[in-house]
Nanobody
Framework: QVQLVESGGGLVQPGGPRRLSCAAS????????MGWDRQAPGQQRETVAT???????HIVDSVKGRFTISRDNSKRTVYLQMNNLKPEDTAVYYC???????????????WGQGTQVTVSS
């Protein structure tokens, strides 16, 4: 079994920063790509940022220049640094990882439970 646990969500004022973390635990043999999705009320889930094992990153245009994704492989953790937050960034943020377990021979996607980020004054 694999679990992804997110932390760092909450209420933040417009223009402020916030860092989300997501740590994986369980029967893990290897971790591939990691990323963050978000879903705002009444909207479809969108991919915000991804990072490969070689630290190649992709950031969606709507947050480029404000959000940064990084990973710490020794901690099995992915981070999302969000700066200059705007009300339209309000959403539930979900981390995801492609994980190979000890018993499986292929990578499978896993998601965290989601953490709410609310940008409001």
């Amino acid at each position: 079994q694999v679990q992804l646990v997110e932390s760092g969500g909450g209420l933040v004022q417009p223009g402020g920063p916030r860092r989300l973390s997501c740590a994986a635990s369980g029967d893990i043999s290897a971790i591939g790509a990691m990323g963050w999705d978000r879903q705002a009320p009444g909207q479809q889930r969108e991919t915000v940022a991804t990072i490969t094992p070689a630290d190649l990153t992709h950031i969606v245009d709507s947050v480029k220049g404000r959000f940064t994704i990084s990973r710490d492989n020794s901690k099995r953790t992915v981070y999302l640094q969000m700066n200059n937050l705007k009300p339209e960034d309000t959403a539930v943020y979900y981390c995801n990882m492609w994980v190979m377990t000890v018993t499986a021979q292929t990578y499978r996607p896993y998601w965290g439970q989601g953490t709410q980020v609310t940008v409001s004054s």
